[in-house]
């Protein structure tokens, strides 16, 4: 093939990806969608994960709803860290030490209470290396609502098994940035 030709190909190729990275950050929603124009790159790529099957069947509503917690109830860091953090044992033992409700799933905690174990929840909530994020800038400083960025976790009755933050884009961070008027330069959250 001349050079020209391969040099087209190329361009072609590259324009391609560019309109889907542009139409993937145009509208994107939480929902996960893999195609369409809510689809995240990952997923139009294929790249989008698997489900996980999470070691308890965790409903985030009835914990919120029913028993009034709150998210930094079980995700103690969110004020406090750059990450949020996953539950502990612990923290579950104030309440599951005795039977509570009717779930067949909830007699599990407390074999994970009496093993002394952790519950080994899969994190499924990942940046890319070259983005720094933290929760107590966002939730503490920023006075933002866990919602804000994930899921409202008050109308989630099954565990998470995929991310929920993948809707996020640079555009959408942006101009979040630029409305509560928070600093937005590129060294802002990229490394």
């Not at 499924?124 to 983005?131: A, E, I, S, T, Y």
Request: proline content about 7%; overall charge positive; aromatic content about 6%.
């Amino acid at each position: 093939m001349s050079s020209w030709k391969t040099l087209l190909a190329a361009g072609l190729a590259l324009a391609t990806l560019g309109a889907v990275i542009l139409s993937c950050d145009k509208g994107a929603s939480p929902g996960g969608a893999t195609a369409g124009p809510g689809a995240t790159l990952a997923s139009r790529l294929g790249l989008a994960p698997e489900p996980v099957k999470q070691p308890l069947r965790f409903d985030h509503a009835v914990h919120i709803k029913a028993e009034d917690m709150d998210c930094k109830d079980c995700h103690k860091f969110a004020e406090k860290g750059v990450h949020a953090t996953l539950p502990k044992l612990k923290d579950c033992k104030d309440c599951h030490s005795e039977p509570q409700g009717k779930d067949p799933e909830e007699p599990k905690v407390r074999e994970y209470l009496e093993s002394g174990k952790e519950i080994p929840w899969i994190v499924l909530d990942r940046l890319p290396g070259h983005v720094y994020f933290s929760h107590r800038a966002h939730i503490a400083l920023g006075k933002m609502k866990c919602w804000d960025c994930h899921r409202d976790m008050r109308k989630v009755n099954q565990p998470v098994s995929v991310p929920d933050i993948n809707y996020l884009t640079m555009s959408k961070c942006t101009a979040c940035h630029k409305q509560k008027q928070a600093e937005w330069e590129c060294t802002t959250c990229h490394k």
